[in-house]
């Protein structure tokens, strides 16, 4: 498991001890850290959910930057730090050094509270729970997650209420919203209405239209979820429009059957349930439009390069 910033703040202050007075490289500390940790592969590469930046530099990143702000570390150039006396004098407490402990010094506390009084009321006592364990890079990333969540199953709710038709034309929609059926006229329409809840349906996969996708939706309450059969009628009826490949979609779930007997049919079936139906909804703005958009910055150390 990958330590939270804070469990890296005391063994970074005291490799940069150990260097005895001279600099010490950032990428040098992250990696003497992950070996004194015991850290995987895995562990190592694992990233945020940007993708951007791993888990690792991103807590270690934090670790340095408070470790600064307390005093107890001094920038020397980019990456490239030294221990300061204050920091020795940390060290020599032989206590654990976290947030608790740097709240001691003025000059974090200064830090802390402007970010605070930038952030907001809610926001800060948000923050203060999780601050223990999350960067604030994690904690607003997990404060984004938790209202995507919440704003995917409401659209999934919306969506088991809407009309067959209007169900039809938003699948409609989302296919050509992710790049099916090219730009042209009819790439996508429907082949027929049951009067039932489900709505079958073929879109172009290219804009010439050489190759077509084949689609089933149920629009079904939670529940009420996909058997085997249903696939394998699925499967019987590509087989009649001689097509390669087909895309179920449901608002519900799917038994535990299903995905082997879609593994094991010659066709290559798609499945997607209610849950990932909304995530896909919400990811190319199908009943949903971005309220606001937030840029994350991080400083340009080539432009301070001397």
Known sequence: MIPNYQQF????????????????????VINQLADQFGLTDEERSETLPSGRQS????????????????GLLEATRRAHFVITPRGKEALSE??????????????????????????GSEVESGITEQEDVSTPD???????????????????????????DFFEDLLIELLIAMGYGGAGEGAAHALGKSGDNGVDGVI??????????????????????????????FF??????RAQKGIFITTSDFTSS?????????????????KE??????????GSRDEDVLHIKKLDEDFFEI
């Open 55 to 70: 888990i690792l530099d991103n807590r270690v990143g934090w670790a340095r930057t408070y470790l600064t702000k307390a």
């Open 258 to 274: 299903v995905q082997d007997t879609a593994n094991n049919l010659g066709t290559r079936i798609v499945l997607i349930n209610g």
């Open 94 to 119: 032989n206590v654990d050094i976290n947030n608790q402990n740097l709240k001691k010094f003025d000059e974090f506390i200064a830090f802390k509270q402007k970010s605070n009084d930038e952030a």
């Open 277 to 286: 139906l909304a995530k896909l909804m919400l990811r190319y703005n199908i």
């Open 138 to 164: 994690e904690i607003l990333r997990s404060a984004y997650k938790k209202v995507n969540e919440a704003l995917a199953q409401e659209i999934l709710e919306r969506t088991r209420k809407v009309t067959p």
């Open 9 to 28: 703040m005391r063994p970074f202050l005291q490799i940069a001890n150990d260097a005895h007075g001279n600099e010490v490289k950032l990428r040098d």
């Open 204 to 233: 172009d996969q290219d804009p010439l239209g050489v190759d077509q996708i084949y689609i089933q939706a149920k629009r079904y309450a939670e529940g009420n979820n996909v058997g085997a059969g249903d696939i394998r009628d």
């Open 236 to 241: 019987g009826a590509l087989n009649l429009k």
